[in-house]
Nanobody
Framework: EVQLVESGGGLVQAGGSLRLSCAAS????????IGWFRQAPGKERDMVSC???????????YYRDSVKGRFTISSDNAKNTVYLLMNSLKPEDTAVYYC???????????????????WGQGTQVTVSS
């Protein structure tokens, strides 16, 4: 089992930055990659970034095209925390952001459907124009 707790959301003006944190705990946390997902009102929940923290493939990352060059995902294994640094934020980045425990195979982002075994509670990100 894995428990995930997000923090760091808030209200920011367009062009600003936020850093989200996802603290992971539980007996199975080392078996999973961690993905960041977002869901805007009336839209599906999509993966925006993922990092493979499984030791055998440590550090590989995925970014959705719309956030490449603006978002950076990283992990601090000592703190069991994954971060999503979001720069140059746009109003269309407004959403509830969730972190999820993902089978490492799906962290590449190639699959259309990403099964997630465990979710955090979500954190709201609002970007004003």
């Amino acid at each position: 089992e894995v428990q995930l707790v997000e923090s760091g959301g808030g209200l920011v003006q367009a062009g600003g930055s936020l850093r989200l944190s996802c603290a992971a705990s539980g007996s199975s946390r080392d078996d999973y990659a961690i993905g960041w997902f977002r869901q805007a009102p009336g839209k599906e929940r999509d993966m925006v970034s993922c990092i493979n923290t499984v030791s055998s493939i440590n550090g590989s990352t995925y970014y959705r095209d719309s956030v490449k060059g603006r978002f950076t995902i990283s992990s601090d294994n000592a703190k069991n925390t994954v971060y999503l640094l979001m720069n140059s934020l746009k109003p269309e980045d407004t959403a509830v952001y969730y972190c999820g425990a993902v089978n490492p195979y799906y962290c590449s982002g190639y699959e259309l459907f990403i099964p997630v075994d465990y979710w955090g509670q979500g954190t709201q990100v609002t970007v004003s124009s």
